[in-house]
């Protein structure tokens, strides 16, 4: 059964960080792209960040460019978000979601997500 | 971007009745590259459609997508109590972008 369990997430002021984790079973976690997705409070779905299987290619919204640091272990079947310079805005559940394998670049899988919170 | 624009934001129907909605593109998304979701409050999103048109695993066939180009349509046959949800489209070009979402609401 495919798993992904999201941690790290909580309440840091603005201009803090957090670093988000994300432990995947279940499936050959290093043959998958894996993508960070966000919820804030009462709102849509906003796709963070992606990376590929070997790490090789790397993508950002535009809101998070510069901010924030998506990264990998596959010998830990892990994915990770580091996140800098937080803003209220950040404030939301992140979503670790596995890109299907097929190449339609659809998210098969989810976890659960984690809350992030930033405030004063 | 592309930005996916999806009517009615609200859709309030009766369980037996079928529901009809729409997820309209900015610029041409390639069918392959258009996924529905259904999420629930508190869940996590569930992929119901990839590829505009294929079912995902274990997914009921009262589920169906359909379109192409800029107009893309997800209709629920014959609503069951499970079904009224928030359902989101989304795809994947240059960069990734979902729907506002249409909420799906008991009448």
């Known amino acids: 059964e495919v798993q992904l369990v999201e941690s790290g997430g909580g309440l840091v002021k603005p201009g803090g960080s957090l670093r988000l984790s994300c432990a995947a079973s279940g499936f050959s976690f290093s043959t998958y792209t894996m993508n960070w997705v966000r919820q804030a409070p009462g709102k849509g779905l906003e796709w963070v960040s992606s990376?590929?299987?070997?790490?090789?290619?790397?993508y950002y919204a535009d809101s998070v460019k510069g901010r924030f640091t998506i990264s990998r272990d596959n010998a830990k079947n892990s994915l990770y978000l580091q996140m800098n310079s937080l803003r209220a805005e950040d404030t939301a559940v992140y979503y670790c979601?596995?890109?299907?394998?097929?190449?339609?670049?659809?998210?098969?899988?989810w976890g659960q997500g984690t809350l992030v919170t930033v405030s004063s | 971007e592309i930005v996916l624009t999806q009517s009615p934001g609200t859709l309030s129907l009766s369980p037996g009745e079928r529901a009809t909605l729409s997820c309209r593109a900015s610029?041409?998304?390639?069918?392959?590259?258009l996924a529905w979701y259904q999420q629930k409050p508190g869940q996590a999103p569930r992929l119901l459609i990839y590829?505009?048109?294929s079912r995902a695993t274990g997914i009921p066939d009262r589920f169906s997508g359909s379109g192409s180009g800029t107009d893309f349509t997800l209709t629920i046959s014959r609503l069951e109590p499970e079904d009224f949800a928030v359902y989101y489209c989304q795809q994947y070009g240059r960069s990734v972008t979902f729907g506002q979402g249409t909420k799906l609401e008991i009448k």
């Open positions: 590829g505009a048109a």
């Open positions: 990376i590929s299987s070997s790490s090789t290619y790397i």
């Open positions: 979601a596995r890109y299907d394998s097929s190449g339609y670049y659809s998210f098969d899988y």
């Open positions: 610029q041409s998304v390639s069918s392959s590259y």
